[in-house]
C-alpha cells in the first residue's frame, strides 16, 4: 500500500491539516483529509475507485465513555445513509460520483466524539469487494499533527509511561540494561545518517532473544549483558544495509528469531553477537551450535528431505505429551543431523521412522550423493579437504554498503499456539513439496444405493414399488390428497402403525369430503382442521391426550366442543377416548384393506378443532396405551404432537406483523425468548424432527448448552433407528446442523434458568459428537457429510472437570485470591458454573492483554474480533463486569499457565482446534499421514500457503481412509479443512494467477469434503491434465488458455451445483427456524449463505476468480460471449432462473439478468435481453429463438460487470454489443411514452412505436423495445390428413410431413459417398387427430377438448389485454402459481377455469400418454420399418415401449415453452399438427450441430459448428450445462478450422442401440419464425447420463485427429448447404470409425 503524507499548519493555533493519499490494490487513489480545530475533527473522504455504491465501513477508538474496541459514533455524527452493521461498525454510503468521476464523504466528529483513531475499509456493495489495507484496517490517528494512515498491528495512541520491571529477574530489558541507553552508544558501525532506533524495539529484540534461549533465570547482570549484546547486533545489521521495519518485525515475533539467525545474522555478521542458548518450542533449552558446528562431519550434509523432517518432530511431540504450540522442528532437524554426523546412514534413519521417501525426494537423493562422491574424488586428487564451515563474517570495521538480499529459507517447522496464527511474513505462494501423484477418480465416493439412480430424463415411466404394509395404501392416498396438511407414521409396537393426518380443506370447498381421501363425518365445516389417527395395531388402544396452546408447552385440556364421541376426563388437564373400529360408524373404503388376500382391521379416531379455536391451539399431543392398560405407547420417550397447520387469517397477520419485533435472548439471560407463534407454528409444520427441535427451543423454561447437546443425541440416535423414515436421512440430518449451527453463532441462548458443570456440559457433547460420529458411520454421501459437519458446531467435550479444576489451581499457584468483585473471580464463578465456548476467546484476549503488558484494548479487541461485547459478559448469569487486573512480576507464568489452560478449553469446546484435534486422534492417525501432519502442526501461520495446502490436503487423504465414524479422525479432518481454507484466503490475493498452483490442492480438499464429489474428482482430473505453464501460473499460450478456459468452466458449474445443494438443502429450513427462534433476520436471510462462504467450495472460487480473467485474456475470450447481437434499451431485473418466468408477461421493456439458463426455455413475452453467468450451447434451442426473436442473449463470464449491471435493477439502460463481441452499456432515462413492451409481435401501440422511433433518431443503431419480437405475419395451415399411418422418403410432400423428413429426402444423392443418411420412415400429419377419433378414446378426446377451449381462450383474453391496455382497466393478473385470476365479472363454467396453464398443459400430455393406438398404426409401422431396413421391436415389451416414446411426442404439442412461444407470435397451438420421424439411432462417437451461416456474426462466408461426446441432444436441448467443442471454418478455407472454444460439459448422454421417434411438426420451420426445439425427440429406451473426460479424448489430446475431425464436419455442412441451395441447420454424429452421417437438417433462421 502506497501512501504519501503532508501536514499543514493554520494560521488558527490549534488548528491542523493532513492529507494522505493512498494508492488502493486495483490502482485506484483515496485521498484522506483531516482538519482538526480545537475539539473538533473534519475527515473528507475522496476517491476516483470506479463502483457500484461505495461505503465506508468504518468505527472509531477513543472519545466519549470508551470502553475498549471499535466504538460506534452516535447519531449527530453519523453521515447521512449510514447503516449500523451487525452492531460492530457503521456504513455510510459515498456521495455519487462527480463528472471527474471522484465519490467523496465527509465525517464530522465533534466535542464528546471526537477520537484517537478511526478504523475504516472501503466496500462496494454493488460487486461485494472489500477494499483494505493487505487483509487489516486502515487506521487514522485523529489526534496529534502527525497524522497519516497505518494498517496492521497496533497504534500507540497515548505515551505509554510503563517500562519493564526490574524486579523479574528473567525480564530481558530489566536493571542496568537502561543505563546504557543503546541510543547513545558510539558504535563503529554507527554514522550520522543512520535512522535512529527506538527504546521499544531494543526491548522487543531483547526479548525474543531471551525467548530463543527457553527464558532462563538468570542474573541481573547477565540479562544487561545480552541486552547490549542484542543491541549492538540491531546497530550492526542497520549498518549493512537491513531496514527497520525488518527487524521490527523480527521483536514483534512475525518472524522467527532462529530462522533470522540461519538467513541474515550469521551471513553479514557472523556468531559474535548471538545468544548462548536455542530453544525448543517446550520451553526446554538446547544449546545453539557455535559458528561452524554443524560442519563437524566428514563431508557435506546429504539432502534431508522436509517431510522426514516433519515426521521426526511428530514423534518428538508425541514423546513430550502432544504440549500445546509446541514446535520439534529444530529440535528434529538438529537430532537428524546429529546421528548422520554420528556415523548413521539416512535410509536407516527413514526406516526407522517408517518412512518411505517419494519418487522425487530419491533422485534428489541419489544425486546428491553421486555429487558428494565426485566431490570426494576430485579433492582426494587434490590433496586436500573441503570446507564445508561458512565464510568468515564480514569485519565490522568494513561493513558491505549494499549487501545482497539473502537466498529465500528453505521450509521449516514453525510454532504455534492454535489454528488461526498470523502468517508472520506476507503471503507467498511458496515451493510444492511434490506430493504423491494420485488418480483422482480414486477420491470418488461410493453412494448409497438408493442414492445412486441416474439423473438422466427417462422417458419412461418408473414402476411403483409394491406396497407391502398395512397402511400403506391409506399412506399414498393421503399423500396425494389437496386438504392433508401434514402426515406421519409412526411405528408402534411389533410391526404395527399409528397414521396421523392433518386435514384442512379450503374456504372455497362446498365440503371437505369432495376431495378428501379419508371419509367425513356428517357434522364437518370446510374450515375444520381434522385430525385423523388410524392403526392396526392388533389390540384395542386408547388416546389419552390433550393440548398446548399457542407458545406454550404445558399440556392442558381443550375446550368440551373438540372432545370426540365417548371421551372421558382424566385428571385436570388431560382426556381419554376410545379407538373405534374402522367403518363402525362410516361404511367406506378406507376400511376394506386387504394385505396378502386377508382383510385388516383397522381402528380409527378424528378430532375435529373449529376455526375459533385454531388461535389458541398449536399442536394435539398425546400418549397411547391399551385398553387394559398394561401397555403404553411414546415417541421415543416424548409425547406424541400433531401441529396444527397455519390458518390463512394466522398468514395474513403473520404478513402484517413486524419480524423485529420477535427476538431471542442472544446472551445467557433468564428470560425466555418472545417468538412469533405464526412462526413457530409453520416450523414445527414442516416435519417432525422440526416440531421437536422449535417446540424444546422455544417452549422450555429451563435451556443450556446441555439440555441442546442431550436432546440432539436423542434425535440422532432416533434417525439411526430409522423412526423417521420414509423422511430422507440427509433431510433429518442437516435440520439437526441447521439447530446447532444457530447456537454456535451465538443466535441462541446457551443458558436460561439452570447452572450446568463442566464435566456435565462435556458429558453431553460427548455423546452428542459420539452419536454424530455413529451416523456418519452409518450413512454416505450427503447425510454422511452433514453428520461430519454437525461435529463442527459443537466441541468434542473432553475432561470437562479440568476447566473448573485448572483455574482454581492457577489461582492458588499464582497467589490471586478469590476476591469478589474481581475479573479473575468473575470469570472463575462462570467457568465453575457455566462454561460455554465464549470461554475460549475470553482466554486468548487475557493472554493478549498479558503479553501487552497490562494493555486492556489488546483485552477488548480481541473479545470484539471474536464477536463478544462488553454487554454480552455482562449478561452472563454469572456476570463478568470487570476488566482484568494486572500483576507485572506475574506476567510470565500467568502466560505460561493460561496457554495451557488454553489447550484445556479447546479441548473441550473447540472441536476443530488443530492441536487439540491431533492430540487427541494422535493414535489413531495413519502412518502414511503423520509426515504431513507434522509439516502442518509446525508450519501453522507460516507465509508460504502451496506447501501448507499441499500438506494438510495430503494428510485430509490419508486421514479419510481411516475416518469413517471415528469422531476423533472426523475432528482431526475438519481442522485441517480449516488449515486449508485460511490458508487459500491468505494466500489467494496476493498471489494473482499464481493462484492456479493452488487449484490442484484446494479441488483435492473440496472432494475430501463433499458427499457425492463425483464432479469435483473429474474437475480435479481435468485440471491435472492441462499443461504445467497453466497449472503453475506461468506464462500460457492461446491454445492452452482455450483449454484452460473450459476446465475452469466445469469447474465453476461445480462449485455451483456444490452451493445450489446446499442452499436447497438448508435455505428454507434455515430461514423458518431463524423466524421460529426469534434469530435477527438479517442472519436467517444469509444463513445459507454463510454455510457456503465457511466452506471449501469458496476456497476453489477464491482461486477461481483469481485465474480465469487472465485466462480468458489469454484466450482472447473477453468476459462476454454474445450469442445474439441486438441494441436494446430496457428496464433491469434479476430472476434466479429463465424458467420460472417464461409465463410472466413483462409490461415494459425488460433486460432479464437470470442466474441460471439451460437453453431449453422460452423467452418471457416483453423481454429485450437475457444476460446470465450461464453458458448455454450457441446452438441450443434458446439461442435460435432468441436470435429469431431479436433479443439480446449474452453470457457473461465475469462477475464484476454483471453484479454492476444488477445494481442497476428496477433502472433503464441500453445495451449495444460490438463486432468484436464486447458489450458495453449505461445507465439511461426511461423512454418517453413507453408504455410496455407486452404485444405479441403483430402489432405494437402507437406509445410504443413512438419512443422506439425516439430512441432510433437518437442513436447509431437501432434499438429494440417491443418486447424483442419483429413485427410478423404468421399462420399455421393445418393439414388434412392424408389417410396413411405410415409414408416412406419416397413419399414425403408438402402437406404429409414436416420439413425434417423432407430435406432428408431431397439429400438422397447429393452427398458425397463418405457421408452417410439414416433410413427413415414417418407418421405423417393428422395420425394423432385421427386415432383420438377412436370409440376407445372417446372420454380422453372430450377431456381434452374442454382443455383447449380453456387454452384457446386464455389466448384470446391474452391477447385482447395486451393489444388494449391502454384502452381499458380490465387484466388479467397472474399469482404466483401462474394462475390467472378474474376481474371485472369474468366468468366461465369450465372445470379447468380454475386450473394454471401448466396444470392444463400437464394434464393434456397426460391424457395423450393414455389414449389407445389403433392395431392398425402398429401394423403399418412394422411394415414400413422392415422396408425401410429399421429394426422392428423384437416382443411386445419392446413394442410398448416404442408406442410410449410415439405417443410422448405426439403429448410434446402440449409442452409449456411451445404453447407460450406460439402464443408471443399470436399463433395457435392447437393447429399444431405433429408428424413423427422414425430412425435407427447411430452408434456414435460424437454428436454436431452446423449452422452453414455463423449465426453470432450473420457471417455467411464462414460456417459454424458445434460438438460433443455421445447424443446431439446434450448439445441443443440444454439438459447437459456447459459448453461443446466450438468451431469455425471460412468456406474457402475448410481445411483449417479454428477452435473457438473446447468442451467443459460434465456429462455427455449415451443410449443403448434403439430407435428415436422425431418431432416433425407444422409449426417448427414457418418463414422467420424460430420453432426449432420446441418439441420433444424421444428415444425408445431411456438415455443415461454419464460422466466425460474430455481431456482424456483425442479431440483434445490428438490435434492432428482434431483438424481431420472438424474440417470433415464443417466439410458436410458447405455441402448441404450447397446441395439445398440455402443455409442449413444440420445436426449429424460421427461414428467410432470416423464416419459421418447427417440425421436431419433443415434451413436456418
Known sequence: MRLRTVVSATSVVGDVTSETELTLRNGSKLKVTLHVSNDDQVIKLSTNLPAGRLLLHWGVEGGRNYKGGWRLPGPASRPEGTQQYKDRALQSPFQ??????????VLELRGDEASDVLNFVLKDEATNTWYDNHGTNFKLPLRGSGSGVNGGGDLNVKSSSSSSSSSSSSSPSSSSSSSTSPTSSTSPTSSPSAPSVSKDLYDGYAWVRWCYQGRPNRSEAAAAADYDLGALEIRELIARGRKLDELRHVAE????????????????????????????????????????????????????????????????????????????GHQASRQIIDQIQSGANLEVIMRELNYTPKEVDRQKIKKDEMTRAAAAVAAAKRGVVESTAPPPPPHPQSPSPSPPP???????????????????????????????????????????????????????????????????????????????????????????????????????SSSSSSSSSLPASTHESSSSIYMDLITDNASPLVLHWGVNKIGSGEW????????????????????????????????????????????????????????????????????????DGTMWYKDANNNFKIPLPLSSDDASSASSSSPSSSHAVKGSSSKKPVNGTEAVREASALDDISRQIVDVEVNSSQWTLMHRYNRAADLLSEILNGYYEPMPSEDAISRIFVWLRYSATRHLTWQRNYNTQPRILSAAQDRLTNTAARVHGRYGGEAQEWARALLSTVGRGGDGQRIRDDILHIMHRNKIPEKKGTWMEQWHQKLHNNTTPDDVPICEAYLSFLE?????????????????????????????????????????????????????????????????????????????ARGFLGYVLGHMGDSQ?????????????????????????????????????????RGVAAAGFGAAAFMKPLLQNLALSVGKNEEICYCLKAWEGLPMAVRAGGHVSKEDALLAVAVVNRIRRALSEVSDTTVSRIGKIGLLYGQAFGVPHWASQLFAEEVVRGSAAFAVSLAVSAVEPVLRNAAALGAWQVISPVAVTGIVDVVSGLDVVQEKVYEQPTVLISEHVTGEEEVPEGVVAVLTPDAPDVLSHLSVRARNMKVFFATCHDLDPLNAIKAVKGRWARFTPSASGAVSWKEVEEPRGVVGGGSNGNSSSSATATATAALATSSSSAVVLNGGRPPMDLKITIPPWSGKWVVNMTEYRDGIVGAKSKNLARLRGQLPKWVGLPSSITLPFGCCEEALKMAENQKIRDELSELVKTLVARNEQHYNNTHNRNHTTTTTTTNNNNQPQQQQGQSTSSASSSMSVSKILARCRELIMEMAIPSDLRHSLEAGMK?????????????????????????????????????KVGLNFDDVRMAVLVQRIVKAQYAFVIHTKNPSTNDDGEVFCELV???????????????????????????????????????????????????????????GYAGAGLYDSITMDPSELRKVDYMEDPIVRDAGFRQQILSRVCQVGYDIEKSLGVAQDIEGVVGPDGSITVVQTRPQV
Open 96 to 105: 455519487k460520483p462527480t463528472a471527474e468521476g471522484l465519490s467523496s464523504l
Open 1509 to 1567: 461426446k455421445g447424443l446431439g441432444e446434450s448439445l441443443v436441448s440444454g439438459m447437459v450445462p456447459g459448453s461443446a467443442v466450438a468451431f469455425r471454418a471460412r468456406k474457402n478455407k475448410l481445411a483449417a478450422p479454428e477452435v473457438l472454444c473446447y468442451a467443459s460439459k460434465s456429462d455427455g448422454m449415451f443410449v443403448r442401440d434403439t430407435l428415436i421417434f422425431r418431432s416433425d411438426s407444422n409449426g417448427e420451420d414457418l418463414d
Open 406 to 508: 539473502p537466498p529465500p529459507p528453505p521450509p521449516a517447522v514453525k510454532p504455534s499456539s492454535g489454528n488461526a496464527s498470523p502468517p508472520s511474513q506476507p503471503a507467498a505462494i511458496g515451493k510444492s513439496l511434490d506430493t504423491p501423484h494420485r488418480n483422482p477418480l480414486d477420491l470418488v465416493k461410493q453412494q448409497p444405493k438408493s442414492e445412486g439412480h441416474s439423473t438422466a430424463p427417462l422417458l419412461s415411466a418408473g414402476k411403483s414399488d409394491a406396497l407391502v404394509k398395512p397402511l400403506d395404501y391409506l399412506v399414498h392416498r393421503v399423500a396425494v390428497d389437496p386438504t392433508t396438511k401434514w402426515r406421519r407414521v409412526y411405528p408402534l409396537a411389533g410391526k404395527a402403525e399409528l397414521l396421523v393426518v392433518v386435514r384442512q380443506s379450503s374456504p372455497s
Open 1427 to 1463: 422396408l425401410a431396413g429399421i429394426p422392428v421391436p423384437e416382443t411386445e415389451d419392446r413394442w410398448l415401449a416404442a408406442v410410449k416414446a410415439l405417443k410422448g411426442v405426439w403429448a410434446s404439442k402440449y409442452n409449456d415453452r411451445a404453447y407460450y412461444s406460439l402464443r
Open 852 to 928: 501487552a503488558n497490562g494493555d486492556r484494548q489488546r483485552y477488548w479487541r480481541v473479545l470484539a474480533d471474536n464477536g463478544i461485547s462488553r454487554e454480552r459478559l455482562e449478561g452472563y448469569d454469572r456476570s463478568i463486569t470487570e476488566e482484568p487486573e494486572f500483576w507485572p512480576e506475574k506476567k510470565d507464568a500467568l502466560i505460561s499457565e493460561f496457554r495451557q489452560y488454553l489447550g484445556v478449553l479447546k479441548a473441550v469446546h473447540s472441536g476443530a482446534d488443530l492441536q487439540a484435534a491431533a492430540a487427541a486422534a494422535s493414535a489413531r492417525v495413519p502412518a502414511a
Open 253 to 328: 515475533g512475525k518472524v522467527k528469531y532462529g530462522d533470522f539467525i540461519r538467513d541474515v545474522v550469521r551471513p553479514l555478521i557472523g556468531d559474535g553477537t548471538l545468544p548462548h542458548g536455542g530453544v525448543t518450542g517446550t520451553g526446554g533449552s538446547l544449546a545453539a551450535p557455535a559458528a561452524g558446528e554443524i560442519g563437524r562431519h566428514d563431508g557435506p550434509l546429504p539432502y534431508i528431505p522436509d517431510d522426514l523432517v516433519a515426521v521426526q518432530a511428530y514423534v518428538l511431540w508425541e514423546r513430550a505429551g502432544k504440549p500445546h504450540g509446541a514446535d520439534f
Open 945 to 985: 500457503t502451496l506447501p501448507m495446502m499441499e500438506a494438510a490436503v495430503e494428510a485430509r487423504t490419508e486421514i479419510g481412509k481411516a475416518m469413517v465414524g471415528d469422531r476423533e479422525l472426523l475432528y482431526l479432518d475438519l481442522a485441517l479443512e480449516g488449515q486449508v481454507r485460511q490458508a487459500a484466503e
Open 556 to 627: 392442558v385440556r381443550p375446550e368440551d366442543a373438540i372432545w370426540p364421541s365417548g371421551t372421558d376426563v382424566v385428571g385436570q388437564a388431560s382426556l381419554e377416548t376410545k379407538f373405534r373400529k374402522c367403518g363402525e360408524e362410516d361404511k367406506d373404503e378406507t376400511c376394506d384393506l386387504e394385505v396378502g388376500g386377508a382383510k385388516v382391521p383397522l381402528q380409527r379416531i378424528t378430532i375435529a378443532v373449529p376455526p375459533k379455536d385454531h388461535d389458541q391451539i398449536s399442536c394435539l399431543t398425546f400418549v397411547l396405551r391399551s385398553d
